[in-house]
């Protein structure tokens, strides 16, 4: 338990520690129209006519992306033709970004992909597909512009709608974005990804005592494991 907590305390401060690096990166007075930095795409529209037939392709939906974390439990299929897989196929580094949501801190969620689920994949228009330009952003830029427009209520703010908000496509291609020039942008990256990784470190292991612990509980309430007499006996000698 003292370790989950410690954990958890590090967990916060490098996540407050990576937002500020991405803000010494991403507020700035020198931008640029987000289509000219990216290729955004919006998803593939679901209706019935989708649910048989062939061509039945994986495809990603707003319940699948969280902030940096993809929900990859529950992944559906819908027929989706040759032209439309073409164009609407992930390739590796993609964003993906959720387009919309009753939940103002779940519009704009990022997370990236990494190629997870093998053969096509595609998605769905409650999504927006972020991709980096050659010799304008790299992957690494797209991931973390994202990510800092979205905690930074970037995202939200550009986003229309009462009860439910909805980036656009439109919307989302006007936003501006740090002009930084292509050949500064590794450099400038390079803190963002130490942080990144040390908050990525810190969750493993995180997830690593929280199993641990489980697994402990689970020996111990079931009898599997007793605590030996000797035990209260060192308890005793401790108090």
């Keep these: 338990d003292h370790a989950i907590e410690a954990t958890d305390a590090a967990r916060r401060a490098e996540t407050v520690h990576l937002r500020r690096q991405r803000s010494l990166v991403f ?15 919006i998803g593939v529209q679901r209706n019935p006519t989708r649910a048989t037939g062939d061509s039945q392709t994986h495809y990603l939906r707003s319940a699948n992306v969280g902030s940096g974390v993809l929900d990859l439990s529950d992944v559906y299929k819908m027929s989706i033709s040759g032209a439309e897989r073409a164009k609407y196929a992930l390739q590796m580094d993609d964003v993906l970004v959720s387009e919309g949501s009753a939940s103002e801190t779940a519009v704009g969620a990022p997370c ?4 997870e689920i093998d053969g ?21 830029f797209v991931e973390h512009w994202c990510a800092w427009a979205h905690d930074s209520g ?24 740090a002009a930084i020039p292509f050949s500064e942008q590794r450099n400038l990256l390079a803190p963002i990804e130490a942080a990144a990784e040390a908050l990525r470190a810190s969750e493993t292991h995180m997830r690593s005592l929280q199993a641990l612990r489980a697994t402990a509980l689970t020996a111990l309430l079931s009898g599997e494991h007793e605590i030996p007499e000797s035990y209260d006996n060192l308890l005793e000698v401790a108090s």
């Design 120 to 140: 096509t994949v595609c998605f769905q228009n409650t999504l927006l597909r972020y991709r980096s330009r050659s010799g304008r952003t790299t992957p690494g």
């Design 154 to 177: 970037a995202f939200r703010e550009v986003a229309g709608g009462s009860n439910i908000k909805h980036i656009g496509a439109r919307r989302a291609e006007l936003m501006p974005v």
């Design 27 to 41: 507020d700035s007075l020198e931008t640029a129209p987000a289509r000219d930095m990216f290729d955004i795409l």
């Design 112 to 115: 990236r992909w990494r190629g």
